[in-house]
């Protein structure tokens, strides 16, 4: 049987090997969530708010690009390759469609932005989310239907039961270094951490946020 010693250092030279290959690739811009979302809003229109938003969301899961990298225990991600950007035009669309061809050269969090995925974009935003009937969309779907967040008490319960399942099923499971504690449900957001003594300012990704 292989000690200890020797599997953590295997796992640790396995994810050296990982972020090695994540450093190594540039930030990039990837069309696939926002073609997919506007396909399903076309065929969904007139439909309620709360089937639209769940047959886009099935057609994402169903449409998104799939990667398997060597070494990866853990798979899944949410853009079609490592460190790229997915879009999410139910937000916010005319400040990107205005400032993608800088986000290669701006001075925080480039991204490279090729001329089919900027060809992709600019259809799939034009086509739903962008003018009156475009911010018309927007304020459905971020205020309308029931999510998270939107004072809803079913769905926060929903939300609360998945945490708790995710809770229990890492409870007491250790890193490959041995490290334990609470598990990592939410992390900083980027908005939040701009302006903290320390920290350079940071840009707006091309997510929206």
Not at 30 to 52: M, Q, V, W
Not at 82 to 91: D, G, H, L, T
Request: net charge negative; with cysteine.
């Amino acid at each position: 049987m292989l000690s200890t010693d020797l599997l953590t250092r295997q796992a640790v030279g396995r994810t050296d090997l990982l972020r090695d290959a994540i450093l190594d690739t540039a930030p990039a811009i990837c069309p696939d969530r926002a073609r997919l979302l506007t396909e399903s809003y076309r065929e969904s229109e007139g439909e309620p708010i709360i089937l639209r938003k769940a047959r886009a969301f099935a057609r994402i899961l169903e449409g998104m690009s799939i990667y398997i990298h060597p070494g990866e225990l853990v798979v899944g991600n949410q853009a079609s390759r490592p460190r790229a950007a997915p879009i999410f035009p139910e937000y916010s669309v005319d400040w990107l469609l205005q400032e993608m061809d800088d986000f290669p050269t701006r001075p925080l969090d480039q991204f490279q932005v090729s001329e089919e995925a900027k060809a992709e974009l600019q259809e799939a935003m034009a086509t739903n989310f962008q003018g009156q009937r475009g911010e018309e969309v927007r304020q459905l779907l971020l205020n309308k239907a029931p999510k998270f967040g939107n004072d809803d008490d079913y769905v926060d319960l929903l939300t609360k039961k998945v945490a708790d399942c995710f809770a229990e099923a890492i409870h007491g499971l250790a890193t490959v270094r041995g490290a334990m504690g609470p598990p990592p449900s939410l992390s900083l957001p980027t908005s939040l951490r701009v302006g903290l003594p320390g920290r350079p300012p940071t840009a707006g990704g091309p997510e929206g946020r």
